[in-house]
């Protein structure tokens, strides 16, 4: 099955730096990657979503890069603002493939110091 | 206003306890999943349904039971045969079936053993 790995697990910057987060995945069939933010105590939000046929998307302060070839996909987030501190996480799936859900990494603590 | 219910927020399980997890949706979505999550990890599956009367295991079904009666409601019972069922329990649910149409969540229930 798919095998999602995200880095770094902890991440701090200060206010107004970018934030990136890596996630690489491990089935080549792969086609649906979004991005979801977890505030304490409640449930994931999904913030931007990419498909295999598009290399990069853009939302405001939010971008998702994807590379196929090395099975690899980031977000990044610019001009960071303390209430982007959360856990963010990756996923991915397999269109056509079952409707067996997303597999997600485990998470990025992002951390906006003042 | 649009979304997902999950109740309750918190719930206490006796040993040899079933435990029943509400998930309730007004988006006429066709397809709900529940997850599970626990600390530092991503979310897994436990089991999703694509339509009504029809649900299918994910990859952490066992201890866990489902039905899915309404086109809005999709229980998880946490039996017994569960040894491990402290966790966060996250219900979502996407436009269609497929593991590439968005997933919106609940703000999820806390299980704990007494």
């Known amino acids: 099955g798919e095998n999602v790995e995200q880095h770094p697990s902890t991440l701090s910057v200060q206010e107004g730096d970018s934030a990136v987060i890596k996630c690489t995945y491990s089935?080549?069939?792969?086609?649906?990657f979004p991005w979801y933010k977890q505030e304490l105590g409640k449930g994931p939000q999904l913030i931007i979503d990419i498909r295999s046929n598009v290399g990069e998307k853009k939302d405001q302060r939010i971008a998702v890069t994807l590379n196929k070839t090395a099975k690899h996909f980031s977000l990044h987030i610019t001009e960071t603002q303390p209430e982007d501190s959360a856990v963010y996480f990756c996923?991915?799936?397999?269109?056509?493939?079952?409707?067996?859900?997303?597999?997600f990494g485990k998470g990025t603590h992002l951390i906006i110091q003042p | 206003d649009g979304g997902i219910t999950q109740s309750p927020k918190y719930l206490f399980r006796k040993e040899g306890q079933n435990v029943t997890l509400s998930c309730e949706q007004n988006?006429?979505?066709?397809?709900m999943y529940w997850y599970r999550q626990d600390p530092g990890q991503g979310l897994r599956l436990i089991y999703y349904s694509q339509i009504v009367n029809d649900f299918q295991k994910g990859d952490i079904a066992e201890g866990y039971s489902v039905s899915r009666e309404k086109k809005e409601s999709f229980p998880l019972t946490v039996t017994s045969a569960q040894k491990n069922p402290t966790a966060f329990y996250l219900c979502?649910?996407?436009?269609?079936?497929?593991?590439?149409?968005?997933?919106?969540f609940g703000d999820g229930t806390r299980l704990s053993i007494l």
């Open positions: 979502a649910s996407s436009v269609g079936p497929g593991p590439d149409q968005p997933q919106h």
């Open positions: 988006l006429n979505h066709d397809a």
């Open positions: 996923a991915a799936s397999i269109t056509g493939g079952g409707a067996d859900g997303l597999t």
């Open positions: 089935d080549s069939a792969s086609n649906y």
